[in-house]
Structures are given as C-alpha cells and as structure tokens.
C-alpha cells in the first residue's frame, strides 16, 4: 500500500533459457535399473563432478543423507553450476532427481540426444526433492546432469543425486533398495481440523506415505505432511513410512496429536470467505471516508497506518483530523458499531512510508506491547502486517506471538506482502507467514505495482491478468499456506495503484479458477481450493471514489464461493 501514492518501482522479472516445470515423480523402475551416477551424495568430496568457476564445495551441514552435501555459491556473473557426465545406455528412460535445497535452485540434463529437460524450484529452507525424467538417443552413451542456482542468489544446496535408468556400461550405486524407516516423526502445529507433521529425510526415498490410525491417508515427496479433515478436540494416532521404486519400508513409530478445541489461526468473527478493505486516514484525494461510510460488503477493514516511534519495534496510531471526525470517541465508536455489525477493524502497521522495525528481542516486546495497548485504547480486533521495507522472520514471528498470547484467540491477523515477497518459502515474508500460522488469519498479497513473476508452474507471467492471480496464489497454497489463509489483493480503481489494476470480472474469474477450476486463462490448477479466504482491495476509499464498482462486484463473489 501506498501513503501517498507513491509507486512503487522496479521489480523481478525472471526469465529461463529453457521451458522449466516440475515432472511428477516416477513410481516404478526396472528391477535393472541402478544409479548411474557417481558420487552421488558427495561422500567423496567433489569427485566425478566438475563446478564452474570454483563455486562448488562440500559440507558437513545441512545433510539430507550421509555426512556431505554440495554447496554452490552463485556469483553475480556464475550460476555455480556443478556437473558430471554420467554413462547411459541409448534408447533407454533415466528418472533424474536430488535432494535440494536453498533458493532458485535448477536440476538438468543435456546432450540426451532427444529433448534435454530441467526443472527447478523457487527455493525452500527445508529439502525438498526435484525430480524430471529423459529419454536418450539412438546413439547416445552419455548425459551430462548438472544442478545449479541463479546469478546473484544467496547459496544453495543438493545431496543425494540419482539418475535412475539401465546400467551404461559405467556401473554406479547400488540397486533400488527399500528405504529404511524414518525417525524423528513429530507433531508440529494443531487446529480444529488438521495436525502439522515432520520427520527426519531417509536417504534413498522418493516419497513417504502417512498412516492415520493405521490408515493410509496421504502421500508426500518431502519430509513434512499436514493432515486435514480431523474433527475437533481428537486424539490421532500418526505413522509414515518411506518410499521408493523398490517398496515400502515399515511404519516408524507412532506420535499422538490431539486437535484444537476451536479453528486454529487467528480469525475472530471472520467469516469463511471474507473481503479486506483498507481505510486511508489521511485524505490523498480519493474519497474521504468514516468507518461508518464502508461498505457492508467488506469484512475485515483494515485502519492505515500505525506510525513508528523512536523506540525500536514500538507503534502509536493518531487520527489524521483530514478524516473528519470530531473526536477519538467518535471514532471508537464507529469501530464498536463495525464489530456489532460482524466485521472486524484491524490496525495496518507499514505502508510504502512505513519503518517499523522488529529485529531483536526487544524490539518485537516493543511491538507486541504497544500493539495490544492500541488493541484495548481503540478496540481494534488485531493487527495487519504491511511492512514494504523489510522484515525480520525471527523477531517478527516472536513479536506477533506474544502478541496474540496478550490479545488471545479471537486476534485477527492480517498480512499484505508484496509479489516478490512471497516467490519462495526461504523469503522472509513467507517465512514469517509459515513462523505464525497458527494465529494468522489471511495473507493478501498485493498483485499490483510489480513486474512479471514466477508461477507455481515456473512459467513467467505479467500482472494484470487471471493468470497472474491464480499462478502466483499456487504457490502459497502450495507453500504451506492452508487455503484459508490465503486471499487476492488488487487496487479498488485505475488510481488505486500505479499499475497491475484489473477489472473486477478478472477478480472473480480467478476466485473461481482457485476454488471451482473453471474461469481459468491459460493456468489451471491442479487442484482447487474451496477454502479460499478471499480478497483484498487497496483502497475502501478509491472504491468509493468509483462508485464503490469493486466491492459491489467481487463482495457477492466472495461470499458466494463454496
């Protein structure tokens, strides 16, 4: 959001010398096939690989198996691209897969002799596995694989390297074993309705199944699972085993959870499909509003901004006289009959301007102390995190706990990061997100004032179009974020924002698209998302300025949704 209507410039456009996109893992191999690739957890150091420019190492730390790990350190010029050209046998299937982790990193192959593949993935602070398989030529007996990060991106790492296919006559690993069981199984965070679970990665598989009460009930690539659909106040019983093309390995031991008593996340009153609307008290030539002016299509309204103080971490709020109203009464009073109502009033910490800064133990206290204390002066129903100009994971997430330790279950918490914020999991938005998502209530992210980004799907996409909003929402949905907690955030009219404006119809067709696959562009998800918070709009007051054409349009959408 912006104060003054400031644009925001500049933006990451990422384009790819390749087509990339991610290859469903295969699920079988001949009982043949082996690892014809060499040194494939980097137990021996470098050997059989070659890096660019010295940026490949070995570590000790972090590991997916063994005691070793590659580390590639992109420069500005050098994507760290560490290879090795493995034996093959021509006419023949190969799956190509590895344990990575760290931001933008790339897995390939070349020189198949038919169509050279990679995949890639944003990036992820836990390992996950890439996976794509190719097939080789008539006369090829050789295949260079390779994995890489990108120019000026922070190091990433890989482990576990596996190029699946028929002996080339170079021999390799070891046959497809079955994978051992997996330990260290722990119940992470519970709602009403789901328990989030983690294990420790067992080297050699290719996924893991979870059993609830002895019972299959998901299967997963990587080493964490949320199961959903549980009832309230229950008690769970939780296994996993791994996977491979070999079989099944036994259940590992069992953990309990028992669910919530009420929804986890924050949430208050807010209904299952709400709209965000964000209140300007400062006039900036849009439409000069009072709380009481806002639409009752809007759910969750958003007061902007909280100011900074000269102690670290710490907010004040004071009433812009611009706004028109005769006292901070008045205005307290708006906000009671708004929650009388059922609709929640929030307090916006941030803004294009905004420089509260949350980096340290104290700082966060600062924060969530004067936070609450605003929540009790005004009756404000919780806090939107809006912050533009950087954020800190760590304190950030302990600050909005304490907070909501203060403010208890009923908090409603808001976020409204940025396009670029929220294009990996190891960014420090969506770290953050993922830190509080046991009080967070919904995530709308601003789809505007941005340049071309990355889908879910790896594809590149421009702003202002359905695909950009169902693309780009993919990937907190399938970043850890449940359905719920996410929603579109888009500018009310044309001078809402500098650009990425949509007309109200694209709005609903990509809340359609998420939640009943149909009104999709050229993206379709592979799933849909019933449980789609929503959206979001910058501002109730350019809303107004237009006649209000935004909330009447995409308010009955939402809350028609299923």
Request: aromatic share 8%; with cysteine.
């Amino acid at each position: 959001m912006d104060r003054a209507r400031r644009w925001i410039k500049g933006a990451l456009a990422v384009t790819a010398a390749t087509a990339l996109g991610v290859t469903a893992l295969a699920t079988t191999a001949q009982a043949a096939d082996i690892n014809v690739a060499k040194n494939a957890g980097f137990e021996s150091d470098l050997s059989n690989w070659t890096c660019s420019a010295g940026t490949g190492s070995v570590v000790g730390s972090p590991v997916h198996g063994g005691a070793k790990a590659l580390k590639g350190t992109p420069t500005a010029q050098d994507t760290a691209q560490c290879s090795q050209a493995v034996a093959v046998k021509p006419n023949s299937t190969y799956t190509l897969s590895s344990w990575v982790q760290g931001s933008y990193v790339y897995l390939g192959a070349s020189g198949t002799g038919t169509t050279d593949v990679s995949t890639w993935t944003p990036g992820s602070s836990a390992w996950q596995q890439l996976s794509t398989t190719f097939t080789t030529g008539a006369n090829t007996t050789s295949v260079n694989v390779y994995t890489h990060g990108w120019y000026g991106q922070s190091a990433y790492y890989a482990d576990d390297v596996s190029v699946l296919g028929p002996d080339g006559g170079g021999g390799g690993g070891d046959p497809v074993v079955i994978p051992a069981v997996p330990a260290g199984l722990a119940a992470g965070t519970a709602t009403s309705s789901s328990v989030d679970l983690s294990w420790n990665p067992v080297s050699g598989a290719t996924g893991y199944n979870v059993y609830r009460d002895g019972s299959k009930v998901a299967s997963v690539s990587g080493a964490s699972a949320t199961v959903t659909g549980l009832a309230a106040a229950t008690s769970y019983s939780f296994q996993v085993s791994a996977t491979n093309s070999a079989g099944e390995s036994a259940k590992s031991a069992a953990v309990t959870a028992r669910t919530a008593t009420s929804g986890g996340g924050g949430g208050g009153t807010v209904p299952k499909h709400a709209v965000t609307g964000y209140w300007q008290n400062f006039n900036n030539g849009a439409t000069v509003q009072k709380l009481r002016d806002v639409p009752s299509q809007y759910d969750i309204i958003a007061v902007s901004f909280a100011d900074a103080t000269s102690t670290p971490g710490q907010i004040s709020f004071t009433l812009d006289p611009a706004v028109g109203y005769a006292s901070a009464a008045d205005f307290k009073a708006d906000i009671a009959a708004k929650q009388a109502a059922g609709k929640s009033v929030i307090l916006s910490v941030g803004g294009e301007k905004g420089s509260v800064s949350v980096n340290s133990d104290a700082s966060a206290t600062a924060f969530a102390d004067s936070a609450y204390s605003l929540m009790q002066q005004y009756g404000f129903d919780g806090v939107d995190i809006d912050l533009e100009n950087g954020l800190n994971s760590t304190y950030m997430s302990k600050a909005l706990h304490q907070l909501s330790a203060k403010a208890g279950a009923k908090l409603v918490l808001t976020m409204a990061p940025q396009t670029i914020d929220m294009q990996s999991t190891s960014g420090e938005y969506f770290k953050t997100a993922l830190n509080v998502k046991d009080i967070l209530t919904v995530v709308n992210m601003q789809y505007y004032n941005s340049g071309s980004m990355l889908g879910c799907d790896g594809k590149v996409y421009s702003q202002g179009s359905v695909d950009f909003l169902t693309a780009l929402a993919c990937i907190q949905l399938e970043g850890g974020l449940d359905p719920s907690q996410v929603g579109l955030g888009v500018p009310a009219s044309t001078r809402g924002a500098g650009s990425g404006y949509v007309d109200p119809s694209v709005v609903n067709n990509a809340l359609d698209c998420l939640t009943r696959g149909t009104g999709c562009g050229s993206f379709k998800p592979a799933r849909t998302y019933p449980g789609l918070r929503g959206a979001m709009t910058w501002s109730t007051n350019w809303d107004a300025t237009a006649g209000n054409a935004w909330s009447n349009s995409v308010g009955p959408k939402v809350h028609s949704l299923p």
